[in-house]
């Protein structure tokens, strides 16, 4: 082993020892974001056709007079991308703490990154 291969492994050593448990998730899903070749959110920009890969922290269903919406929270540990589901109240597998893949054309409301009607894929539980 190198000295610089010796000096990184030490750093990564002392960052797991000495971060948060938010910190720790955070660098654990960019890099599952990473590997399965999604943009990082955090990148994305209005108008852009975006993949972003993360775990669904919130699920919320909003009744509305005219459109009801289901709404989900993707984090990928960059930013948060917020799905939405326009004229649905539920869809099978979307719920907290599970892993989705979302494809669609970025948009921006009240200064939040949003993806409508995206095309998803459910990953396996781990």
Known sequence: MTTDQSRGSLRRLLHRLTASEAEIEADEL?????????????????????????????VVYTPRTNLPTLEADLYDGSDVVTLVWLGRRHIAGIEPGRHVTARGRMAVRDDRKVIYNPHYELEPPK
């Not at 999604?38 to 775990?55: D, F, K, L, N, S």
Request: net charge positive; aromatic share 0%; hydrophobic share 20%.
């Open 30 to 58: 960019r890099r599952e974001s990473a590997d399965s070749g999604g943009t990082p959110a955090e990148q994305c920009r209005r108008g852009q056709v975006v993949c972003v890969t993360g775990r669904l922290r919130t």
